[in-house]
């Protein structure tokens, strides 16, 4: 765990689990861009996380890092209480982890189900329950779903992802309705096919799947993310960011 570095609480404070690469890393860069300062949670990216941290406090802002598995609660409480003491709060939250597994229902092995569920649901449970202890009233939780998710249909290929980001909406929107009371609000952000999915479609064939005719872009989820920490009557909703 790396130490706070000339902490100064009066910025709001965001963590963002998975935070070291990819999307993760992406928001990270614009909510310090916006004021925040960060915690980047990662599992196994240490050097990408540091050198993210590193980073963003060369812009001025405060960022550190802390490693954990979300899958496990202990690690989860851990890292919470680390924020509890150093911080002191939390305003922001996004889980972004999202662990996805493209194999076939009839292939898929009950190790690799426990393992999706344990990450994508309840790693997202764990980090909700031990940071809504910190989470003073105006704060935010933002999940990073999947497109589609609210017309469910058949899928063959990663329904152990599929079913723990349905999981999630669920999870979402009774947060929302349960702690609307305290002024926190809880909004799911879903991706389609973006330019790094694993199972993008060849440029000539994404208009098939796509009606805009093109894969997403990170800055096209994070100008939702945005949207929803600016919404400040909006929670209880998933916004799929997937080009129609």
Known sequence: MTQPTSPSHSAPLAVVTGGARRLGRHLCTVLAERGYDVVILYRESETDARALAQEIASTGRRARVLAADVGINADVAAVFADIGANEGRVDLLVNNVGNYN?????????????????????????????????????SSI???GTAGLEGTRANVQGVDYYVSKTGLLVLTRALASGYATRKI???????GQLEN???LPPPDEIGADVPL??????????QAVEYLLDASYVTGVNIDVAGG
């Open 102 to 138: 493209p194999q076939h229902v009839s292939k898929l092995d009950p190790s690799v189900w426990d393992a999706t569920l344990a990450t994508n649901l309840s790693g997202a449970f764990y980090c909700c329950y031990h940071a809504l202890k910190l989470m003073p009233p105006g």
């Open 142 to 144: 933002v999940n990073i």
């Open 185 to 191: 609000r809880v909004n799911m952000v879903s991706p």
């Open 197 to 199: 999915s694993i199972d």
């Open 213 to 222: 005719g093109r894969a997403g872009t990170l800055t096209d989820i994070s």
